[in-house]
C-alpha cells in the first residue's frame, strides 16, 4: 500500500483483488464466487463508483458468514426456450450469478441474436454495470436491472417503496471504452445521505423526504429518497423503477423490493432473494456490423462536440468512469481512512496477511 | 358531434377512427396505413395523451401531402437471426411500422422466448406506449423506444441534442387493464413550452434553458428542455435518452437525433429517417406464468396500498390511463377550440363529411 500526496492511501487493482479472494476464500467461498465477487468490486473501484466497490467486502464478509450468502451455491440455469432462460441463483453471490447469467446471455445472443436470463434466489450483485460492460467489453449491446429493498417512495407516496432499483446499459464502440450507463433510479443513493448526515452537510433540494413525506435538505431528517425526477416529475424515476421491479422480481418469481429484507439490516442469516434481469443482443442481428460501428462513432463525435456550460464538461456514458479507471489503474485506487481501518480489521479477523 | 356542459366538445372514438382514416385515404394512403395512424391516435387520445393523440392529423395530412410520408410504403421485415429482425419502413407511417414491426416481435417471442425488431427509414410514430400496450394485451412484456430530433440539453450542455426519447414499457396483468409506463427521458414535452408561451404562464424550475444555457422558467425565452433530473441530475435523463439513441439510431443504421430534420420543420417533403426499437418477451419464457401473473398482482396490490401525501394519491403505471380512458368511452373524447377549427378545416380542404 503506497502513499501519494493525496491523503488517501493507495492500493494497486490487482493487490485489492487478490485480498478480496483471499479473505472470502477464509469464508469457505468456493472460488468462483471469490473471483466473481473480487472481479465486480475492483471493476467499480477502478471506475470510481466508490458506492459499489471495496467498501463493500466487509459487509459481504458478514452476509456470508452469517449464512445470508451461500458460499458454495449450486447455481442451476435452465434454457426454457431458446432465446430465455431462468439462473436459479441457490442463495450464492449476485456477482457470481450476474457474470454466469450475462454468460449464458451471451451465448444465446451469439446463437439466436438476442439472449435473456432472469436470475432468482440471488442477493447483491454490486454495481450492475458490470454485467452490461461484460457484454459490450465481449462486442454486444447489454442490459442488466436489480430491485432492493425499499428506500425509495412513490411519486406522491409518503415512505420508502422501491429500491434504488438500478438501470445499466452498455455498448461497444470501436477502438474506445464501451458506451456504459449505469444509474439508479433515484436522484442520489442512501449512502450518500448517510454520509451527509454524519458530518451535517446540507443535501440538495427535491431528493429526500422526512417523516410525513415532506422535501427536505436535512440529511439527519431523510427517511426516504425520492424517484429521480422529484416532487415535481419522480414519476417517471418511479416509473423507471417499477419496470426495474417488475423484470427483476415479477419475472424472476421473487419478492418485490417492499417485502424484501433490507441490505443493512440485522438478520445477516436469513437469505434475501434478490432477482436480476439480463438482455444481450448481437448489433449484427438488426444491422450490418460495420454500419452500427460507424453510427456509433458519429454519434459520440457529435455528443464529445457540443458546446458546454461555463465552467463544465459534456461527457458521454462512461467518459467519466474510464478517466477514473486510466487515473486509478496509474496511481492506484484510494481508500479513506474508514476502509483502511475496516481492511485492516478483516485481515486481522480473518487471520490473513494486511492489504498491502 | 355532442356538446357536454363542459366547455370542450366531445366526440366519440369510433367516429374519430373513421374520420381519420377517411382523411388520410384522401392523401392516398393505403388501408393498412389508414388504420395504424388512426388506431395508435385513437388510442392515446383515449387515453388522455393529448400531445400524442388527435392533435397530430392535421400535420400528418400535412407531411403526407408534402411527401415527407409514403402513404403506401411497401414495409419489409427481414428476420436476420430467430430471435431478431429488421423492418426497412419505406419512409411510411411510423405507426404501421410500429404495430407490424410489434407484430413480427411478438410472433418470435411466441416461438423462441423473446423478440426484438430495428425499425429504420420510419418516421414519427405517435405515442410509444400504443406498442408496448399491445403486446401486454396479447399476454406479454413489451418495450418501445423511438429517437426524434434534437429538443432536449446534454447534461452540463448549452442547447439540444437529444429529442425527446420516449422509454414505453408494458405488461400483462390479470384481470386488470395492463401495466403502462410511457415517458419522454425529458421533464416535459416541447409541446407544454409552446403552451405556456402562448399563454404567458410561467414553468416549473429546472426544466429548461434559455440561449446561454441558463435555467429559465420564461417559456418565451426556452430554447432546449433539460433531460429528467434538471440541473444537477439531469445525467441520468441525458443517459436514458442515449440509451434509447443507441437503440433507435445506431442498432437501426439510422441517423442520431441532432442530425435529424425537425418534425415541425419547413421541409415537408424530405423523409427523417426515424428509427424505433420493440422488445417483447412471454412472460412464461422465464418462470411459470401463474407466479408471473401472482406476482404482478401482489406487487400492484402493495403498490396502491401506499399511503399518500395529503390531497394526493398513489398510482401505478397506467392508472391514470385507464381511468381518462374509461371517462372518455362513456363521455366523448374532448376537442378543444383549435382543434375543432383544425378538423372543420381539414374536412373542408379535403372535401370530405365534418367530424360528427
Given at each position: 500500500m503506497s502513499r501519494s500526496h493525496e491523503p488517501a492511501t493507495r492500493v494497486a487493482g490487482a493487490d485489492l483483488q487478490t485480498f478480496m479472494e483471499r479473505a472470502l476464500a477464509r469464508c469457505e467461498a468456493d472460488e468462483a464466487s471469490c473471483r466473481a465477487v473480487a472481479r465486480a468490486l475492483v471493476t467499480a473501484s477502478r471506475m470510481g463508483t466508490d458506492s459499489h466497490g471495496l467498501r463493500l467486502l466487509p459487509h459481504y464478509v458478514r452476509a456470508v458468514q452469517g449464512g445470508r450468502?451461500?458460499?458454495?451455491p449450486a447455481m442451476r440455469f435452465t434454457r426454457r426456450l431458446p432465446g430465455t432462460g431462468y439462473l436459479?441463483?441457490?442463495?450464492?453471490f449476485g456477482h457470481l450469478a450476474g457474470f454466469t447469467a450475462i454468460e449464458h446471455a451471451i451465448s444465446m445472443a451469439e446463437e439466436i441474436g438476442i439472449g435473456a436470463v432472469a436470475v432468482g434466489r440471488s442477493s447483491h450483485f454490486g454495481a450492475a454495470g458490470c454485467y452490461a460492460l461484460e457484454a459490450a467489453q465481449r462486442g454486444y449491446v447489454g442490459l442488466s436491472v436489480c430491485n432492493a429493498d425499499a428506500l425509495v417512495s412513490l411519486h406522491h407516496g409518503q415512505g420508502p417503496f422501491y429500491g434504488t432499483n438500478p438501470i445499466a446499459f452498455a455498448a461497444p464502440v470501436p477502438n474506445q471504452p464501451p458506451y456504459l450507463l449505469d444509474m439508479a433510479t433515484?436522484?442520489?443513493?442512501w449512502n450518500r445521505v448517510k454520509q451527509y448526515a454524519a458530518i451535517g452537510r446540507e443535501l440538495p433540494p427535491d431528493v429526500v423526504v422526512d417523516r410525513q413525506g415532506n422535501l427536505t435538505t436535512d440529511a439527519s431528517q431523510a427517511v426516504s429518497l425520492l424517484p429521480?425526477?422529484?416532487?415535481?416529475?419522480g414519476f417517471k424515476g418511479a416509473g423507471l423503477a417499477g419496470m426495474v421491479e417488475v423484470l427483476s422480481a415479477t419475472l424472476t418469481g421473487m419478492i418485490h423490493g417492499f417485502r424484501m429484507l433490507p441490505m443493512?439490516?440485522?438478520?445477516?442469516?436469513?437469505?434475501?432473494?434478490v432477482g436480476h434481469f439480463f438482455l444481450v443482443m448481437r448489433p449484427d442481428a438488426f444491422v450490418e456490423r460495420d454500419i452500427f460501428d460507424r453510427g456509433m462513432l458519429d454519434y459520440l463525435e457529435d455528443l464529445r462536440a457540443q458546446p458546454a456550460l461555463e465552467g463544465r464538461e459534456v461527457l458521454a456514458p462512461g467518459d467519466r468512469e474510464w478517466r477514473c479507471q486510466a487515473r486509478r489503474d496509474a496511481e492506484g485506487i484510494p481508500l479513506d481512512s474508514a476502509n483502511v481501518v475496516a481492511y485492516a480489521e478483516l485481515a486481522e479477523e480473518l487471520a490473513m496477511p494486511a492489504l498491502s
Open positions: 450468502i451461500n458460499p458454495r436459479d441463483a441457490d442463495d450464492g433515484s436522484s442520489i443513493p429521480l425526477g422529484g416532487a415535481d416529475f443493512s439490516g440485522e438478520d445477516m442469516s436469513t437469505p434475501r432473494g
